[in-house]
């Protein structure tokens, strides 16, 4: 039972999150806090850029990020983050955090671009009738093979470079970005590509 806790929080290592980007900043707390004004921290909703882990966090008093700023969050000194109270369930985004999800992902993938861009190059079958490019909104076996007949070719270089390759794929960028919102909702999911 100890090794089995040891290798787990080995693997929640390898899985934790550096830096995040704030969805929403409460200067007063959570609306649901009961307790008076005075008694509250200033916290935030993040999410990361890595692994897209929704994060509660404490910001230090004195701060006000402001939304899609770049927030350190790992385990040396932080400059903006006091500390990370727990994680979140989609579902437990405040309604501003949700509306700006869409808009930060947006910018985390245009921002790592080379690292979807790579997805794209080196996604592979899950099972015989699955494979991970299908698990794109919007990518069927038609799509899905005109990606694989062109990456043949020659690798993608660029979000753009795939929109015009492939025919009927116009917004690359998007599609990952739908994904990820479509993991986020629903944490059950058989396949993840890009969240934990």
Do not use: C
Request: aromatic share 10%.
């Amino acid at each position: 039972m100890d090794r089995r806790r040891r290798e787990r929080r080995e693997i929640d290592k390898e899985k934790m999150e550096d830096y995040g980007y704030i969805l929403d900043f409460m200067p007063y707390g959570h609306p649901d806090d009961k307790r008076p004004i005075h008694r509250r921290e200033p916290i935030a909703q993040i999410v990361g850029e890595k692994f897209f882990t929704l994060l509660e966090v404490s910001i230090k008093k004195g701060l006000t990020p402001l939304v899609m700023d770049k927030v350190y969050i790992g385990k040396e000194e932080r400059d903006v983050v006091n500390k990370i109270k727990k994680r979140l369930r989609y579902d437990q985004l405040t309604p501003a955090a949700k509306s700006e999800l869409p808009y930060v992902l947006e910018h985390i993938v245009k921002t790592y671009a080379d690292r979807f861009v790579e997805f794209f190059n080196k996604a592979e079958p899950i099972t015989t009738r699955l494979h991970q490019l299908e698990l794109l909104p919007g990518v069927g076996k038609k799509t899905m093979w005109a990606i694989i007949d062109e990456r043949k070719k020659e690798p993608f270089k660029s979000f753009e470079d795939i929109a015009n390759r492939v025919k009927g794929l116009q917004h690359p960028e998007k599609l990952i970005v739908n994904r990820i919102i479509y993991e986020l909702k629903n944490p059950g999911v058989k396949y993840k590509i890009f969240t934990v």
